[in-house]
Protein backbone atom coordinates (compact mmCIF):
# COMPACT_ATOMS: atom_id res chain seq x y z
CA UNK A 1 0.00 0.00 0.00
CA UNK A 2 2.74 2.45 0.71
CA UNK A 3 4.12 1.92 -2.26
CA UNK A 4 1.42 3.35 -3.77
CA UNK A 5 1.76 6.67 -1.83
CA UNK A 6 4.31 9.34 -2.37
CA UNK A 7 6.08 9.30 1.40
CA UNK A 8 7.51 12.46 0.24
CA UNK A 9 4.45 13.81 -1.05
CA UNK A 10 2.80 12.62 2.44
CA UNK A 11 5.88 14.41 4.63
CA UNK A 12 5.96 17.38 3.25
CA UNK A 13 1.92 17.66 3.44
CA UNK A 14 1.98 16.95 7.08
CA UNK A 15 4.70 18.24 7.95
CA UNK A 16 3.74 21.79 6.20
CA UNK A 17 0.58 21.44 7.77
CA UNK A 18 1.68 20.81 11.23
CA UNK A 19 4.25 23.47 10.94
CA UNK A 20 1.98 25.94 10.13
CA UNK A 21 -0.19 25.13 12.98
CA UNK A 22 2.87 25.51 14.88
CA UNK A 23 3.17 29.29 13.63
CA UNK A 24 -0.29 30.03 14.57
CA UNK A 25 -0.27 28.56 17.78
CA UNK A 26 2.98 30.52 18.23
CA UNK A 27 1.31 33.81 17.22
CA UNK A 28 -1.43 33.59 19.34
CA UNK A 29 0.00 32.43 22.37
CA UNK A 30 -0.88 28.47 22.51
CA UNK A 31 2.36 27.39 23.97
CA UNK A 32 1.18 23.49 24.19
CA UNK A 33 0.12 23.49 19.93
CA UNK A 34 3.61 25.94 19.25
CA UNK A 35 5.21 23.04 20.79
CA UNK A 36 3.87 19.99 19.26
CA UNK A 37 3.50 22.22 15.94
CA UNK A 38 6.78 22.89 15.46
CA UNK A 39 8.58 19.98 17.32
CA UNK A 40 6.44 17.42 14.61
CA UNK A 41 6.26 19.18 12.22
CA UNK A 42 9.90 21.41 11.06
CA UNK A 43 11.29 17.73 11.25
CA UNK A 44 8.09 16.04 9.26
CA UNK A 45 8.87 18.79 6.44
CA UNK A 46 12.29 18.44 6.25
CA UNK A 47 12.27 14.47 6.32
CA UNK A 48 9.79 15.13 2.96
CA UNK A 49 11.55 17.40 1.50
CA UNK A 50 14.69 14.93 1.86
CA UNK A 51 12.37 12.12 0.46
CA UNK A 52 10.83 14.04 -2.37
CA UNK A 53 14.43 14.92 -3.49
CA UNK A 54 15.49 11.23 -4.20
CA UNK A 55 12.22 9.84 -5.17
CA UNK A 56 11.86 7.35 -8.23
CA UNK A 57 8.15 7.40 -9.32
CA UNK A 58 6.31 4.62 -10.56
CA UNK A 59 7.31 3.35 -14.25
CA UNK A 60 3.56 3.32 -15.65
CA UNK A 61 1.64 0.81 -17.76
CA UNK A 62 1.58 1.51 -21.44
CA UNK A 63 -1.85 -0.39 -21.54
CA UNK A 64 -4.25 -1.35 -19.41
CA UNK A 65 -4.16 -5.19 -17.95
CA UNK A 66 -6.99 -6.80 -18.79
CA UNK A 67 -8.81 -9.89 -16.18
CA UNK A 68 -7.52 -12.58 -18.54
CA UNK A 69 -4.00 -11.58 -18.08
CA UNK A 70 -4.94 -11.00 -14.17
CA UNK A 71 -5.80 -14.67 -14.19
CA UNK A 72 -3.21 -15.96 -16.64
CA UNK A 73 -0.62 -14.26 -14.29
CA UNK A 74 -2.09 -15.44 -10.84
CA UNK A 75 -1.54 -19.22 -12.78
CA UNK A 76 1.94 -18.91 -14.30
CA UNK A 77 3.90 -15.93 -13.04
CA UNK A 78 7.19 -16.74 -11.63
CA UNK A 79 8.02 -15.11 -8.65
CA UNK A 80 10.64 -13.12 -10.18
CA UNK A 81 8.11 -11.45 -12.60
CA UNK A 82 6.18 -10.69 -9.92
CA UNK A 83 8.49 -8.62 -7.75
CA UNK A 84 9.72 -7.31 -11.10
CA UNK A 85 6.58 -5.70 -11.50
CA UNK A 86 5.56 -5.11 -7.58
CA UNK A 87 9.46 -3.07 -7.48
CA UNK A 88 9.29 -1.09 -11.01
CA UNK A 89 5.28 0.37 -9.86
CA UNK A 90 6.16 1.70 -6.73
CA UNK A 91 7.76 4.74 -5.38
CA UNK A 92 10.90 3.83 -4.49
CA UNK A 93 13.86 6.17 -2.99
CA UNK A 94 17.56 6.68 -2.98
CA UNK A 95 18.15 4.79 -6.33
CA UNK A 96 18.68 6.66 -9.88
CA UNK A 97 16.51 4.48 -11.53
CA UNK A 98 14.37 1.29 -11.77
CA UNK A 99 16.53 -1.75 -12.24
CA UNK A 100 19.78 0.02 -12.20
CA UNK A 101 21.30 -2.63 -10.69
CA UNK A 102 20.18 -5.45 -11.77
CA UNK A 103 20.84 -3.42 -15.27
CA UNK A 104 24.63 -3.01 -14.15
CA UNK A 105 24.95 -6.56 -12.98
CA UNK A 106 24.06 -7.56 -17.11
CA UNK A 107 26.80 -5.49 -18.36
CA UNK A 108 23.89 -3.34 -19.88
CA UNK A 109 24.81 -0.20 -18.17
CA UNK A 110 28.19 0.44 -18.01
CA UNK A 111 28.02 4.21 -16.87
CA UNK A 112 24.97 6.23 -15.62
CA UNK A 113 24.47 8.40 -18.64
CA UNK A 114 24.41 5.29 -20.93
CA UNK A 115 21.93 3.11 -18.63
CA UNK A 116 18.87 2.03 -20.38
CA UNK A 117 15.77 3.98 -18.59
CA UNK A 118 12.64 1.70 -17.46
CA UNK A 119 10.22 4.00 -19.63
CA UNK A 120 6.75 1.53 -19.52
CA UNK A 121 5.48 -1.86 -18.91
CA UNK A 122 2.59 -4.02 -19.72
CA UNK A 123 1.35 -7.69 -19.51
CA UNK A 124 0.59 -9.83 -22.08
CA UNK A 125 -0.12 -13.27 -23.38
CA UNK A 126 2.31 -14.81 -25.97
CA UNK A 127 1.76 -18.33 -27.21
CA UNK A 128 -0.49 -19.16 -23.93
CA UNK A 129 2.18 -17.77 -21.50
CA UNK A 130 2.50 -15.13 -19.42
CA UNK A 131 4.60 -12.40 -20.36
CA UNK A 132 5.80 -9.35 -18.69
CA UNK A 133 6.97 -6.77 -21.40
CA UNK A 134 9.76 -4.40 -19.95
CA UNK A 135 10.16 -0.81 -22.20
CA UNK A 136 13.32 0.69 -21.84
CA UNK A 137 14.35 3.83 -23.83
CA UNK A 138 17.95 2.72 -24.56
CA UNK A 139 19.15 5.13 -27.47
CA UNK A 140 23.81 4.38 -25.96
CA UNK A 141 23.05 0.27 -25.63
CA UNK A 142 22.36 -1.14 -29.11
CA UNK A 143 19.56 -3.82 -29.86
CA UNK A 144 23.08 -5.74 -31.31
CA UNK A 145 24.45 -5.56 -27.26
CA UNK A 146 21.13 -6.47 -26.11
CA UNK A 147 21.20 -9.72 -28.04
CA UNK A 148 24.46 -10.54 -26.72
CA UNK A 149 23.47 -10.28 -23.49
CA UNK A 150 20.18 -12.62 -24.12
CA UNK A 151 21.50 -15.96 -22.70
CA UNK A 152 22.52 -13.96 -19.29
CA UNK A 153 19.27 -12.06 -19.11
CA UNK A 154 17.58 -15.59 -19.10
CA UNK A 155 19.10 -17.01 -16.03
CA UNK A 156 19.74 -13.72 -14.31
CA UNK A 157 16.05 -13.30 -14.44
CA UNK A 158 15.20 -17.12 -14.67
CA UNK A 159 14.52 -20.10 -13.93
CA UNK A 160 11.45 -20.45 -16.09
CA UNK A 161 11.89 -17.40 -18.19
CA UNK A 162 12.50 -16.98 -21.94
CA UNK A 163 13.81 -13.43 -22.74
CA UNK A 164 12.96 -11.70 -26.15
CA UNK A 165 14.42 -8.84 -26.98
CA UNK A 166 12.98 -6.56 -29.84
CA UNK A 167 13.40 -3.28 -31.16
CA UNK A 168 9.89 -1.38 -32.62
CA UNK A 169 11.43 2.23 -33.43
CA UNK A 170 15.23 3.70 -32.55
CA UNK A 171 16.44 4.29 -29.14
CA UNK A 172 13.28 1.66 -27.94
CA UNK A 173 13.86 -1.88 -26.89
CA UNK A 174 11.56 -4.17 -25.59
CA UNK A 175 12.43 -6.75 -23.47
CA UNK A 176 9.72 -9.72 -23.02
CA UNK A 177 9.70 -11.74 -20.13
CA UNK A 178 8.40 -15.14 -20.90
CA UNK A 179 6.93 -17.28 -18.22
CA UNK A 180 7.91 -21.10 -18.92
CA UNK A 181 6.82 -22.06 -15.16
CA UNK A 182 3.63 -23.18 -13.80
CA UNK A 183 2.06 -24.71 -16.86
Known sequence: MFGKISLGSLGLVVGGVLTIIGFIAYATGNATLNLAGLFYGVPLLLGGLALKASELKPVPYSQPTSLEIIKLRDEQATPTQL???????????????????????????????????????KEIEIDGRYTLVLEFDSSMITLDTWKEKQDKIESFFGPKIKAQISQPEEDYIKLDLISLGRL
Open 83 to 121: QIRKDVTRYRYGQEAHLDESLQRLGLSPTDPERPILVGL
